[in-house]
């Protein structure tokens, strides 16, 4: 291997290593973080409706990540209020998600793709 392949070789390493994977890190965290707000909102939003839901983990999380987004944006951006009521407004949306997935138009969506799958 001469000079000039090493060099190439050697910028594209520096390029990888100083470019590539603190991006690739970012949007990694980005979607780690979004799963535990998710996680967190959703739990609280089921916690705040009473009875049981019947809905699974996975749900709870999307339910929580869309709560959160959709709570945010009404919060911040439409009421101005500061963050403590941002966050109410985050588990308010996020509870009335689940409410609607775990009613019964949430159910005969689920029994309708589950017998698809028979």
Do not use: K
């Not at 939003?45 to 749900?59: D, M, N, T, Y």
């Amino acid at each position: 291997m001469g000079y000039i392949e090493f060099m190439v070789v050697l910028v594209v390493a520096l390029l990888v290593l100083l470019v590539i994977l603190p991006i690739v890190g970012w949007a990694l965290w980005l979607v780690v973080s979004a799963a535990l707000v998710g996680a967190i909102i959703g739990g609280l939003a089921r916690l705040v409706i009473p009875g049981r839901q019947e809905i699974g983990i996975f749900s709870t999380v999307v339910i929580g990540w869309i709560g959160s987004l959709f709570g945010s944006l009404i919060g911040r951006h439409v009421l101005h209020v500061g963050s403590l009521l941002t966050v109410l407004c985050e588990i308010g949306v996020a509870a009335v998600l689940v409410a609607i997935a775990s009613s019964g138009a949430g159910n005969a969506f689920a029994r309708r793709n589950g017998s698809l799958r028979r």
